[in-house]
């Protein structure tokens, strides 16, 4: 089950996790059972991995020249804070499975937290032939197993401005390929500047703009070799759409400016379990499933914005702190023409 569940983390996150636990045990509790506890398990890393993705779209107020272009490096670390490592977890909403030691709930980790100690937790599933079979599982632990409070992400960015005061922007990471794994991203964004409208001997040495951008990513893992399941075409797929508003408020001085802004964002986060899986007791009974379930997780919060932005010539360098439901840092690198 870990498998399942974390392998969506571990590319959003782009974090190594390493793989362990039986998916056939959960599944043998029932299709509703397993899909109930992974939208919960996986739903604080979905909201996580939508906030991260959204930093970094803007690094100041003021809007670049007409016909200029500007390429960015960004780098952004989000926090997780821990309310977002555990969720209560109550037997009465599962059919299948309940507590070893009788609770009735727990607070049990999720993709970001760890088990410790470890949970087991008693699955019960019908075998055609003896009837109701019990077996016993430990429930996933996350990455905070491995001493993870993080999550990273980074993209390369370019923007164009056609207009005065007009800012296009398109963000993206190359797609990128292991044996086993597939990940990419790309986002387009607009920015306006308010302020550029009103003529400049009657206003103060300050940017107003506007923000508006859609981002996407996508991954996916093929783990058809795992010795721990039989069935074909065994994947993990994820989609993470989300756009965001936003007001950015700065100063319009030609060294060093600071910027302030608050935002909104809104996205969905979709994890497909696809192929073919075998659920076995190891003995008599087998029954084949096929995609098992889809998982849909919202993402909706309201952020606040806070940073600094260093000119030099066509050099810049800014930093920023987010305040959300995940706080963040951002560091960008910037080079205008």
């Given amino acids: 089950m870990k498998k399942?569940?974390?392998?969506?983390?571990?590319?959003?996150?782009?974090?190594?996790?390493?793989?362990?636990?039986?998916?056939?045990?959960?599944?043998?509790?029932?299709?509703s059972d397993a899909e109930r506890f992974t939208k919960d398990y996986i739903a604080p890393a979905s909201e996580g991995l939508g906030y991260g993705i959204n930093n970094g779209w803007f690094n100041n107020a003021k809007s670049p020249r007409r016909f200029s272009f500007q390429l960015s490096v960004i780098g952004n670390i989000g926090f997780i804070k821990d309310?977002?490592?555990?969720?209560?977890?109550?037997?009465?909403?599962?059919?299948?499975?309940?507590?070893?030691?009788?609770?009735?709930?727990?607070?049990?980790?999720?993709?970001?937290?760890?088990?410790?100690?470890?949970?087991?937790v008693i699955i019960t599933y019908d075998d055609p032939l003896f009837g109701n079979q019990e077996t016993t599982l430990v429930l996933p632990t996350g990455i905070g197993a491995e001493g993870v409070d993080l999550i990273p992400t980074g993209f390369l960015q370019a923007g164009f401005s056609p207009f005065k005061g007009t800012q296009i922007k398109g963000r993206f990471i190359p797609k990128i390929e292991t044996e086993d794994a597939k990940i990419g991203l790309y986002g387009i964004g607009l920015q306006q500047e308010f302020t550029s409208w009103l003529p400049a001997d009657k206003i103060l040495p300050i940017a107003v703009s506007g923000l508006v951008a859609y981002t996407h990513l996508d991954g996916s893992y093929d783990f058809t070799d795992a010795e721990f399941v039989e069935g074909e075409n065994q994947r993990v797929e994820t989609d993470v759409n989300t756009v965001l508003f936003e007001l950015i408020v700065g100063t319009n001085l030609k060294i060093i400016n600071v910027y302030g802004a608050v935002g909104y964002i809104t996205g969905t986060a979709t994890t497909d379990l696809l192929g073919t899986y075998r659920v076995t007791d190891g003995f008599l009974f087998s029954e084949e499933i096929n995609n098992p379930f889809s998982i849909e997780n919202d993402i909706s919060g309201v952020r606040g914005t806070v940073g600094a932005n260093l000119k030099l010539g066509f050099f810049s360098l800014n930093a920023d702190y987010n305040i959300a439901e995940f706080d963040s840092a951002t560091l960008g690198i910037n080079f205008s023409f």
């Fill in 4 to 31: 399942i569940v974390l392998i969506s983390i571990a590319f959003l996150a782009m974090t190594s996790v390493k793989a362990q636990e039986n998916v056939n045990d959960l599944l043998a509790a029932g299709i």
């Fill in 83 to 120: 309310d977002k490592k555990s969720f209560q977890m109550n037997v009465a909403d599962y059919e299948n499975i309940r507590f070893e030691d009788g609770s009735s709930s727990k607070m049990v980790a999720t993709a970001l937290g760890h088990n410790d100690p470890e949970i087991r």
